[in-house]
Nanobody, 124 residues
Framework: QVQLVESGGGLVQDGGSLMRLSCAAS????????MGWFRQVPGKERAFVAA????????YYVDSVKGRFTISRDNAKNTVYLQMNSLKPEDTAVYYC????????????????WGQGTQVTVSS
């Protein structure tokens, strides 16, 4: 079965902090899938953060992270990454990895597969 396993979350301080999240995928033809990152805070819906096409030729970001976050993938390792720079307290959330054959489904927050999430906390 398909598994998406996130790692790399934790606690960092506000301003200038760096963190890289990883999501290892198995059970799917990884290079065929659009991969996405989402985040969720208590009481709010899960929100789109970034996505990357199967060939990595296209990337998409929510405005609030443009210029600070970078999504990338290594198809040889079946892994997608989210490099997060200049972290702010408002970036605090559980971050989820997602996969779907369609960018439209990822962007609509309806991907076929979700990871279990990893907590990112940015202290002020």
């Amino acid at each position: 079965q398909v598994q998406l396993v996130e790692s790399g979350g934790g606690l960092v301080q506000d301003g200038g902090s760096l963190m890289r999240l990883s999501c290892a995928a198995s059970g799917l033809t990884f290079s065929s899938y659009v991969m996405g990152w989402f985040r969720q805070v208590p009481g709010k819906e899960r929100a789109f953060v970034a996505a990357i096409s199967g060939s990595a030729s296209m990337t998409y970001y929510v405005d609030s992270v443009k210029g600070r976050f970078t999504i990338s993938r290594d198809n040889a390792k079946n892994t997608v990454y989210l490099q997060m720079n200049s972290l702010k307290p408002e970036d605090t959330a559980v971050y989820y990895c997602a996969a779907d054959l369609s960018y439209r489904m990822v962007r609509a927050s309806k991907p076929a597969y979700w990871g279990q999430g990893t907590q990112v906390t940015v202290s002020s």
